[in-house]
């Protein structure tokens, strides 16, 4: 296959500029700005073929955006070479030219135009766009009355109206709900295999749900080039390497007591405090720290617990939210039926750990608190130590739909044709 992009030793350099006050006992004398180069992105070589659907992942600041910007024509290299073979279009900043005072129509009507659409095509596209966007007669109502769901739909369908050759995505799959999220997910898999499609995305799962190739990049510096499990993987060994933790001196004898652990982040803390949480763990099938999860996958907890005084109504237990702070799932040692009767605790540093298995949920990430709690009841307790948001899961579902929060599977399933019992 022909090659659409191609990019060879392509280096972004930006000037940063600080001022400076030189002052005498409060007097200002002098101003000065002082420079220095960051190099966004440093010697990036890669081709794209036709029909190939690639992406772009890394952590924030590691240049993603700054490559989509210099493969879109919206800011040039300062170093290297780009050749493009094709019509771009590019999902940079969604609505980007949207004039707030302007209705909906009036606004696809001018995007429309600047592609360079003849009228009675733009019309022929206009009645697609908003059945696409479904925001009803806020169509014709100015934009500035839109809620941000609305806008980004109408800015999406307007965008994706036109097949382009290469297609460049940045963020914009996670617009509205997930209903809309699906359309604009079955109109990229459309394009896929007929455009050329580069995606930066947070979102692994859609990263990994699209994209059998992916670019990883770190520091500006692209260090893999391939296959988007294998990326994600060393996606997450980078981060972890960001990370805080602790090796344990003293060695006990606990399933994962050999791994390193995680000193929780000073603002992530909450509770009384006369018991805490002074470093934690976790294991995915024996993975440790591993963040990648699916149905079924073995999770292991361990805690490192530091108390002041002995307490023998211990509750221990975590809450599993989704990224809009909605809660999913939890459990605690005693409501789970776990420990009822071995709920003590001694005086100084103790070991805790726990297993569960992760149910079937929607793709997506989600994030676990940990806590520590007394008393006899779990409404009835002292929070004495929460982890707020302690670890980070992206779940896949390798592909398979949910539309609500979680799948349960039917237990029966038959067909009777009544048709057949009267000719009987």
Not at 101 to 130: A, F, P, Y
Request: glycine share 10%; with cysteine; hydrophobic share 40%.
């Amino acid at each position: 296959m022909d090659n659409r992009i191609e990019v060879q030793g392509l280096t972004k350099t930006y000037h940063l500029y600080r001022k400076k006050s030189h002052r005498i006992r409060g007097l200002l004398l002098r101003e000065e700005y002082l420079a220095r180069e960051f190099e966004a992105l440093r010697g990036i070589s890669f081709t794209v073929a036709e029909g190939e659907c690639v992406g772009i992942i890394g952590l924030n600041g590691s240049g993603k955006s700054t490559l989509l910007k210099i493969l879109s024509g919206v800011t040039s290299p300062t170093e290297g070479s780009v050749r493009i073979r094709g019509e771009v279009e590019a999902l940079l900043e969604l609505g980007a030219g949207f004039r707030p005072e302007d209705t909906g129509i009036k606004n696809v009507e001018r995007q429309l135009m600047l592609r360079g659409l003849q009228k009675e095509e733009r019309r022929r596209r206009m009645s697609g766009i908003l059945a696409f966007a479904e925001i009803g007669d806020f169509a014709f109502q100015p934009v500035r009355t839109y809620s941000t769901g609305m806008f980004v739909r109408l800015a999406f369908a307007a965008a994706l109206s036109i097949e382009p050759e290469i297609l460049l995505i940045d963020e914009a799959l996670s617009v509205g709900d997930v209903f809309f999220q699906e359309k604009c997910f079955r109109r990229i898999r459309a394009l896929s295999g007929k455009a050329t499609v580069l995606m930066v995305s947070h979102d692994l799962a859609s990263i990994s749900r699209f994209c059998s190739r992916t670019l990883l990049l770190n520091g500006g510096v692209l260090v893999y080039d391939g296959d988007t499990k294998d990326a994600i993987a060393e996606y997450y060994r980078i981060r972890q390497g960001t990370m805080p933790c602790t090796e344990r001196k003293n060695k006990v004898e606990m399933p994962v007591w050999d791994e390193p652990m995680r000193i929780p982040e000073a603002g992530s803390l909450s509770g009384a405090g006369q018991i805490r949480i002074t470093a934690y763990s976790w294991q995915v099938n024996g993975a440790a720290f591993r963040e990648e999860v699916m149905q079924d996958d073995r999770i292991r907890v361990t805690l490192s617990v530091q108390t002041e005084e002995p307490t023998d109504c211990l509750i221990t237990g975590f809450q599993v939210l989704d990224k809009r702070g909605m809660e999913v799932f939890g459990e605690t040692n005693l409501t789970s039926g776990n420990g009822r009767f071995s709920t003590q605790l001694r005086k100084g540093e103790s070991l805790i750990s726990f297993c569960f298995s992760w149910p079937e949920l929607r793709e997506g990430d989600y994030f676990m608190t940990l806590g520590i709690g007394t008393g006899p009841e779990v409404l009835c307790q002292i929070e004495q130590c929460w982890v707020n948001q302690a670890v980070h899961f992206v779940n896949s579902t390798s592909g398979r739909l949910i539309y609500g929060l979680f799948n349960r599977k039917m237990e029966e399933f038959q067909i009777i044709s009544m048709e057949a019992d009267k000719n009987e």
